[in-house]
């Protein structure tokens, strides 16, 4: 199965940042370079849509998202 690629200004636009906050996410590995500077498109769409959620909710989601990834809760 081929992956699809995004490039940086695709993936800016996608996630709604600047294409330097883009090569800051890669940075601190939150996203990473499969080919050059493209990015895969699925693992850029899943941080669009928990970006969207923060956006919308706030830290509410955060808190959600943290007791989710906690067995103890």
Known sequence: MLRQLLSI?????RLRVRP????????????EF???EQLDAAQ???LA?????LRKNGIA???????QDDPEK
């Open 61 to 67: 989601t955060l808190v959600e998202i943290c007791a």
């Open 9 to 13: 200004t695709q993936t800016a636009e």
């Open 49 to 53: 849509k928990l970006m969207e959620k």
């Open 34 to 36: 499969i080919h050059g």
């Open 20 to 31: 330097e906050y883009v090569r800051e996410l890669v940075a601190k590995k939150r996203l």
């Open 44 to 46: 850029v769409e899943q």
